[in-house]
């Protein structure tokens, strides 16, 4: 009896080891993020002495550039070891809307106008200074006059002056000390690196982008929507973006229309032909146009000029990611819920067509589970997670609005019941089915990063390095997608039709998240952003192409060579599937994808630190807000 009783009481004091955290307990979590985050955005501006600091600039959050490298230990020590401080533009753009959307939509401190003010004026500077007047299209990295060209160039001061310090280096001696310690393997990477160089370089001149353009419209929007919150703030990001016509325009002007015949812009990257051909196909059969959002600003006419000035889109053709695509839907619709801009640019045919196919694009890539290649379809941000929670974010503006009956256009309902379909369909599906369990009341999800070593006995480990902010991202996804926010109570709700498997699934992950968000046991690292090329079958090389040609317009030989340069890759139109699916035969065309943690080869990622912070942040700060 005495046994049974003991085990009895054994069990009950299990449950309540697991049980869910109190409101005040991720109260106090959501206090110590909210003072974590403020403590990482740089007050000043900081001047390099690379290695030992890099250059910070005044209202940036840090983000790093790290390479994945991963396998024995000698790999995963190196994954650690290379950091190279980054002032790039998106992560403070997200950071800073994350920190508006915890307060306004969840339980979160107010950020000061301070805070925010000082991000917004770092973003200013990575606007597009090469045209001749006032805009709001954005680049990834402050772009710096290059006085041969008398252009401006996009400059990521920190890795340039890690790659000036290269050239001064006596490698010999380091390459001896590495092999006499055992390390031959940091060697032939030091040195593939070192080859490789002037490519990277190349690669860090790039265009102005739609993605960061999009998130600072979206930005603006947040703070319009918040004006009684943050009136300066909002002030000093319409001050400085006082014609928004320029993003429209430019949108429609580069969007990529494989139907249109105009060789400007029905050209497309061969990586993603593969991953969308299915959709296009189905357009082209129903004799329907499409225009779609791209990743850069620029077409097949610019590069001709700019590629010789130091501005260039990687490969030279552009692309269609599915995540800049969800920025630029959100950008859009929120600029007008939030009365940024009138209703009336949906009233341009062209315009209503873009955000009309985009929305449908990004519809059948959830659906159809990216089409299988979720590598290629997500181009530069690996995390599913991430799309899922920026698309959600457009869904749930509308939903707000709709429900108030204040839907200005109806290609703005149109796009909410699509994209609400998608979301509580196969998105859900998805985002449960992946979940792992840890004991019985707590759930987690993990991505790549640290999953793919091995021991000294070639058993795998995992680390869970992106634990803490996928398991954020997934709880931000379903949150967004399964509440609403009641502006009359400030309160979420969950709809009427949630599944209890939704709601169970957001209350064990925030459980496991609240529990561990702070501990230290997890890095709080993530894979916010990328290079497109990561390995095995990301290549643009390793597709089928129609179109390949010098700028001047003569065909490349089919010699057997790969060429580079001056030359146009790509997939021009439509074509039939079983032309393509010869092709691939004819390529060797890789079709499947197996993870980034299944090959060797290592690539650039971007991480940010306070980003897994402030993603947390918002997901136990609106899980606490539901009612």
Not at 137 to 165: C, G, R
Not at 465 to 493: C, F, G, H
């Amino acid at each position: 009896m005495a046994t049974k009783l003991f085990m009895f009481v054994g069990f009950f004091a299990l449950i309540s080891c697991f049980k869910t955290p109190s409101t005040s307990d991720i109260s106090e979590t959501v206090h110590r993020l909210f003072e974590t985050i403020r403590g990482m955005q740089a007050t000043k501006t900081m001047l390099p002495d690379p290695p030992l600091e890099w250059a910070k600039f005044k209202g940036n959050y840090e983000s790093d550039v790290k390479l994945y490298f991963h396998g024995n230990s000698t790999m995963s020590a190196l994954r650690y070891m290379f950091k190279v401080y980054d002032n790039n533009m998106f992560a403070t753009a997200w950071i800073t809307s994350c920190l508006v959307e915890a307060y306004r939509y969840g339980n979160a401190p107010k950020p000061t106008e301070d805070q925010i003010t000082m991000s917004v004026d770092a973003i200013m500077d990575h606007r597009n200074k090469n045209l001749k007047y006032e805009n709001s299209i954005m680049a990834f990295w402050p772009q710096i006059l290059d006085e041969e060209f008398k252009v401006y160039q996009s400059t990521p001061v920190n890795l340039l002056a890690m790659f000036n310090l290269t050239q001064t280096t006596n490698w010999t001696v380091v390459y001896e000390l590495f092999d006499k310690i055992g390390l031959h393997d940091v060697t032939e990477i030091m040195k593939h690196l070192l080859a490789t160089r002037e490519g990277y370089q190349h690669v860090f001149k790039i265009p102005p982008d739609f993605d960061d353009t999009s998130v600072n419209l979206g930005l603006g929007s947040l703070l319009r929507d918040n004006v009684m919150y943050f009136p300066y703030a909002s002030a000093a990001w319409e001050g400085q973006n006082s014609n928004l016509s320029s993003v429209f325009n430019a949108m429609k002007h580069y969007a990529y229309r494989p139907l249109s015949g105009d060789r400007r812009v029905n050209t497309i990257d061969t990586r993603t032909y593969f991953y969308m051909r299915k959709f296009l196909e189905k357009a082209a059969s129903e004799k329907k146009d499409v225009s779609l959002v791209t990743t850069w600003v620029q077409d097949l006419a610019d590069v001709k000029t700019q590629y010789f000035q130091g501005i260039d889109t990687p490969g030279n053709v552009n692309n269609v990611d599915i995540t800049v695509c969800a920025n630029a839907l959100f950008g859009i619709t929120n600029a007008i819920l939030s009365g940024l801009v009138t209703s009336e640019v949906l009233y341009d045919p062209v315009l209503q067509q873009l955000y009309l196919n985009t929305s449908t694009m990004i519809e059948f890539q959830i659906q159809t589970n990216f089409s299988g290649r979720p590598d290629l379809a997500l181009t530069y941000y690996p995390s599913v997670f991430e799309f899922y929670w920026f698309v959600a974010r457009t869904y749930t503006q509308l939903e707000r609005k709709a429900r108030i009956g204040e839907l200005p256009h109806e290609a703005m309902r149109t796009v909410m019941e699509g994209l609400g379909s998608a979301l509580k369909g196969n998105m859900t599906q998805h985002v449960i089915s992946q979940s792992k369990m840890e004991g019985s009341d707590m759930i987690y999800y993990d991505d790549f990063l640290g999953d793919g070593d091995i021991d000294n006995n070639k058993k795998p480990v995992e680390f869970g390095e992106d634990r803490l902010w996928t398991t954020s991202m997934a709880i931000n996804a379903l949150i967004t997608t399964w509440t609403v926010y009641n502006d009359a109570t400030q309160k979420l709700n969950w709809y009427d039709d949630t599944p209890t498997e939704v709601k169970t699934t957001v209350q064990k992950a925030t459980t496991w998240l609240n529990t561990y968000i702070l501990s230290g046991k997890y890095q709080p690292w993530n894979a916010f952003f990328s290079g497109s090329f990561k390995g095995f079958g990301t290549s643009w090389s390793s597709y089928p192409a129609n179109r390949d040609e010098y700028f001047n317009g003569t065909k490349v030989p089919h010699d057997g060579k790969r060429h580079y340069g001056e030359i146009i890759r790509g997939m021009e139109g439509v074509m039939e599937e079983d032309w393509y699916q010869q092709q691939i035969k004819l390529d060797h065309a890789p079709v499947d994808f197996h993870g980034y943690n299944k090959q060797s080869d290592f690539f650039p990622f971007w991480n940010s630190e306070p980003y897994t912070y402030v993603t947390s942040l918002l997901a136990l700060s609106t899980f606490t807000n539901i009612e």
